[in-house]
């Protein structure tokens, strides 16, 4: 175990703020263009795969007596992204829509948008997600600034108020089948996590008696985020601007999407019978703890400890044994390409999931009904 005074020094909080190379590199292939436009994605994929190759596994856990207050250095790159984000982001429309334009090809700006995409997803999707599990009001607000500029801010009540309670059941549309390719699980997953988080937050309304209308309901404000950041993209880049936004927000939420079906795949909960579901434990989710993508994502790949403790700060997370909770056998960006290509990913990860079901399920020997989620839904 690391001791608090240890974990609060600021040697032991750097690595996770590997994030902020990403923007020079952003930077880079706007500027020169050509083959650096590619160089976002091969960062952020391949880079951090080699060094998860090199660095290995980090199976150390901090101290959970550490204070909030010896977290400052981890807590400062989640709330300065957000303006880094934005800024890069509305700058990079600006700059392929004007005076960089003349350099760039139509391919060229494809390419480097899609870049962009990757770093608003892999980056920006994930720290808003750390954002959104906080009390304070002030981290939430960054962390739905940051998902109005992917124009998926529905994301904070379907994690929140879905993902979270019902996660391995057939009512979260978050949790991957057993044998359904990402192609199938990404076009269900945007259509029913829109609106099982909008009927979500109208049942919390009714329970106090007001309509889905109420001022209060949080999609207002959505709303309202996401119409001032489109709006924005058209004033700063005109059309061409708007395009290059939202074709970097399908690409965010591509790269969350393909997180959210690793994080779960086929790990479902055990129906009790009408209706009730065992509790959420450790092997419900995926695990890694490849040290490098784990300071990419902020330890998102202890995702276990994280559905245990949903507010407990990121590096606080624990990590697992695989006595514990199941084990990935390469980090999230190798497993998310792998999950591109569902041929490959069903011989990765199927035999996987059947040692998981013989190793805390053996009493089932019916699997069809959490196979095709038709399991009687949880009350």
Do not use: C
């Amino acid at each position: 175990m690391i001791p608090a005074h240890q974990v609060a020094l600021f040697r032991n909080a750097v690595p996770f703020w590997m994030s902020l190379l990403l923007v020079p590199v952003a930077v880079i292939g706007a500027v020169y263009g050509g083959w650096t436009v590619i160089l976002l994605p091969i960062v952020t994929w391949y880079f951090f795969s080699i060094l998860d190759a090199l660095l290995g596994l980090n199976l150390e856990n901090a101290d959970l007596d550490t204070g909030e207050d010896q977290l400052s250095w981890y807590k400062a790159i989640t709330l300065i992204w957000t303006p880094v984000q934005f800024a890069l982001l509305y700058w990079m429309i600006w700059y392929v829509t004007g005076p960089g334009d003349a350099h760039l090809s139509a391919l060229e700006t494809i390419v480097l948008f899609f870049g962009v995409g990757v770093i608003t997803g892999t980056v920006g999707i994930n720290y808003s997600h750390e954002l959104m599990h906080q009390k304070d009001r002030g981290e939430r607000f960054l962390g739905d600034a940051l998902l109005s500029m992917v124009l998926y801010s529905h994301f904070r009540s379907e994690h929140l108020r879905v993902h979270h309670l019902y996660v391995g059941t057939p009512r979260d549309p978050v949790t991957a089948r057993y044998n359904e390719g990402f192609h199938r699980f990404f076009p269900r997953v945007l259509k029913d996590s829109l609106i099982s988080a909008f009927k979500a937050e109208q049942a919390m309304l009714a329970r106090r008696g007001k309509p889905w209308s109420d001022a209060k309901n949080p999609f207002w404000r959505y709303w309202a985020l996401q119409g001032f950041m489109v709006i924005l993209a058209i004033l700063v880049g005109g059309w061409i601007g708007l395009l290059l936004f939202l074709w970097q927000a399908f690409v965010a939420v591509w790269q969350l999407e393909l997180v959210n079906y690793v994080e779960h795949y086929a790990l479902t909960r055990k129906h009790l019978g009408d209706g009730k579901y065992e509790h959420v434990k450790p092997h419900h989710s995926w695990n890694a703890a490849h040290k490098a993508s784990n300071w990419l994502l902020i330890n998102l790949q202890r995702h276990s400890d994280h559905h245990y403790k949903p507010d407990r700060r990121f590096p606080l997370l624990q990590n697992y044994t695989e006595d514990e909770a199941p084990q990935l056998p390469y980090g999230y960006p190798i497993m998310t390409m792998a999950a591109m290509i569902p041929p490959v990913w069903r011989r990765v990860m199927n035999p996987r999931v059947r040692r998981w079901r013989d190793m805390y399920y053996p009493e089932i020997t019916d699997w069809k009904p959490y196979n095709k989620a038709l399991n009687p839904l949880p009350r």
